[in-house]
């Protein structure tokens, strides 16, 4: 019998969270995969014909959330500060240059995700 690295129960937690941010994610340089009994494959950066550049296993529907969390995110923040002298900055100064109205909603936004993927295994979450 071949040994798993990931519970049946965190391979569906995990499932659940990889679809949650299938579409939000769709125009990112990254794909996450069911990797079967290994957990779940994020690949990230594909440079032809050589592959991907980072390759991230998650076994962990919690941190697989936080990282598929900071991808969008920070997308978000890259997008608000395209094309503005906040493009220099660290994503943490960008979200606090952002109106409070904004701020509040990538908040909530988080919360709908978090819903979304049944994340209620999660004790609390930060801000973004």
Request: glycine share 6%; proline share 4%.
């Amino acid at each position: 019998m071949q040994e798993a690295y990931i519970s049946e129960e965190e391979h569906e937690k995990c499932r659940k969270v990889a679809e949650t941010f299938r579409e939000a994610l769709a125009e990112e340089d990254l794909v996450v995969l069911d990797a079967g009994r290994f957990g779940f494959v994020k690949l990230q950066y594909y440079k032809p014909p050589w592959g991907f550049d980072n390759v991230t296993t998650f076994v962990d529907a919690g941190t697989l959330f936080d990282d598929l969390w900071e991808e969008w995110m920070n997308s978000q923040l890259l997008g608000y500060a395209k094309d503005t002298p906040m493009v220099e900055l660290d994503y943490d100064e960008i979200f606090r240059c952002m109106p409070k109205e904004m701020q509040d909603s990538y908040v909530l936004k988080k919360q709908e995700f978090m819903e979304a993927a049944g994340c209620g295994f999660l004790s609390g979450f930060k801000k973004p």
